[in-house]
């Protein structure tokens, strides 16, 4: 309550713990893409019954929280973007995979503290386009929020008004 987030509401159906932590680790460093089909699936279907009865706060673009170029080379693939592109099909929600992009590398966050991790994010994404005012960030887990509170904020700059954050899952705490 002290410091609110920068993002309006957070879709995050499961804890990032067994048996969810290994279908996404699975998912997201082995490729196997079969492990993220029943939470994409779960998070589709909870959004679409948020949406059938508050269509007005259906955002009006999904933007996937953006990897740098070496590390999406490295992994093969973002998996916030396949995701987003998942969740954009059948919600018929369009995906803009530039809108933000990473200035530079940072240090993995995995393992960082919550202030290490927001020092480590300070004016790391850059808006590259127009936002609408009603947008949601899409990723995979969200840990300790430093990410979505950075990106956010630079999409709240940047002119977006109502912001969501979509995740399958959220560490538990």
């Not at 002290?2 to 957070?10: E, K, Q, Y």
């Not at 589709?44 to 948020?50: A, D, F, Q």
Request: aromatic letters at 6%; hydrophobic letters at 40%.
């Amino acid at each position: 309550m002290a410091s609110p987030p920068p993002f309006d509401r957070a879709f995050i159906p499961w804890r990032y713990q067994y048996p969810v932590d290994n279908m996404i680790g699975r998912y997201k460093y082995s490729r196997q893409h079969k492990f993220a089909r029943p939470l994409v699936a779960g998070l589709t279907s909870h959004l679409k019954l948020v949406f059938q009865d508050q269509s007005n706060e259906k955002p009006l673009l999904l933007i996937p929280s953006p990897m740098h170029p070496v590390r999406r080379r490295a992994r093969g693939f973002n998996q916030a973007r396949d995701i987003a592109e998942k969740l954009g099909g059948v919600l018929d929600i369009p995906v803009d995979t530039g809108a933000v992009r990473r200035r530079r590398k940072v240090k993995a966050q995995r393992g960082l503290s919550r202030e290490a991790r927001l020092a480590n994010l300070r004016g790391v994404f850059e808006v590259h386009s127009e936002v609408p005012e009603r947008v949601a960030i899409v990723d995979d887990v969200v840990t300790t929020g430093a990410t979505m509170r950075v990106l956010a904020s630079a999409l709240r700059s940047a002119g977006a008004r109502n912001i969501q954050v979509w995740a399958l899952a959220r560490t538990p705490g």
